[in-house]
């Protein structure tokens, strides 16, 4: 059968209207006569001294005497609110870290930077197809938040220094009684906003925020074969939204422009290439650009409009840092729209002499137009 957990006070001996003082005499007392140490020959006493110990704990501390007299053991019973391992623990709740900027206020709303902001910046860097190949370095110059040289951080005018907070007495929170409920809120003073500090001659430059908004440029070296979408991130390069406070990173977006004649695919880039019809029927070289500048790209007898040729290591670099991709090659076909008279009967003195037979895309289609129509 469970023990019955007697009254603290009664454990202690005094009334529940004792002071602060009276419950911690009648502790000594009782502690030192049940004290284990005096009574070695008592298998009781050590709990009777644990017992006087336990009731002194929640008695002695104003909060949990203040939650003990409304609400009896259940205050300190496991799985309580108000349990040392609940979200009211001692009767205190820290609402700071829920508050949002239209509750409290705060100066940094004027940069655009919220309470919770740790400083970090995004910010795009936007390179050619040829730089994304073979690596460059950019300027990137962006805005970003920085303690204030005048004033060093410290929000005042030269020759003056902060005085302490008289809301919080220079703790940068403040603790008041929530409703009928015995929870003592605690949250950031709005007064000084937390820093414990009052700006009686705030700095010119800052306005009082110890903080302004300043254009900074960095250099940002690109590797070769960067991707678009891909990111860097560079520590310290972002925002200090709190001068004690070290500040946020930086984190960059390659973002390749689009190239007028290649397209890439993976670490190989694509193209088309047109040709004329005796160069796709009786084969040789053509002229092609690579990234590299101007090429020679062979092309074979007999080339079919829409065949990939490969020019090999004229792709992008690899990734792993070994060798380059190829470059595709489309073969599209460039057919005449005006013809002089001696061209177009030299064309159709060729077709009657082609025939069909050798013509293997038109004479597959014709032998399916029969398959179908029987």
Do not use: W
């Not at 009254?7 to 003082?21: F, I, K, N, T």
């Amino acid at each position: 059968m469970a023990q019955v957990q007697r009254d603290h006070y009664e454990v202690l001996g005094v009334e529940r209207s004792s002071s602060a003082e009276e419950i911690k005499a009648a502790f000594r007392k009782l502690a030192s006569l049940h004290h284990p140490d005096k009574n070695p020959n008592d298998p009781q006493a050590a709990l009777r001294f644990k017992e006087i110990a336990a009731s002194y704990q929640v008695l002695s501390d104003p909060q949990r005497r203040q939650l003990y007299d409304r609400f009896g053991h259940t205050a300190e019973a496991s799985g309580s609110p108000f349990s040392a391992s609940g979200p009211f623990a001692g009767g205190v709740v820290d609402i700071s870290d829920i508050a949002v900027d239209g509750i409290l206020g705060d100066l940094l709303g004027v940069f655009g930077v919220g309470r919770g902001d740790k400083g970090d910046i995004k910010r795009e860097l936007e390179i050619s197809f040829e730089e994304a190949a073979f690596g460059c370095e950019k300027n990137l110059q962006y805005e970003r938040i920085v303690t204030c040289t005048e004033c060093r951080g410290t929000a005042s005018a030269p020759g003056h220094v902060p005085e302490t907070c008289p809301a919080c007495n220079g703790r940068g929170r403040v603790r008041f009684q929530q409703g009928i409920l015995p929870i003592a809120v605690e949250r950031t003073c709005s007064r000084c906003r937390g820093s414990g500090k009052m700006i009686t001659h705030p700095c010119g430059t800052c306005k009082g925020s110890g903080l302004v908004s300043n254009s900074h440029t960095l250099v940002v070296t690109v590797p070769p074969g960067v991707d678009s979408g891909q990111t860097r991130l560079v520590s310290g390069a972002g925002n200090r939204p709190r001068p004690d406070r070290a500040p946020g990173d930086l984190e960059i977006t390659i973002a390749v422009r689009p190239h007028p004649f290649f397209r890439r695919a993976g670490d190989d880039v694509s193209c088309q290439v047109p040709i004329t019809f005796a160069q796709a029927a009786l084969g040789g070289e053509v002229e092609v650009p690579t990234l590299d500048g101007k090429g020679k790209l062979r092309v074979p007898q007999g080339t079919q409009p829409g065949s990939l040729l490969r020019i090999k290591q004229k792709g992008m670099p690899r990734r792993s840092g070994i060798g380059r991709g190829d470059q595709l090659v489309e073969v599209t076909i460039e057919v005449p729209t005006s013809l002089s008279e001696r061209q177009r009967e030299l064309l159709e003195q060729l077709a009657k002499e082609l025939g069909e037979d050798v013509q293997p895309q038109r004479k597959t289609f014709m032998e399916k137009l029969k398959d179908l129509f029987g």
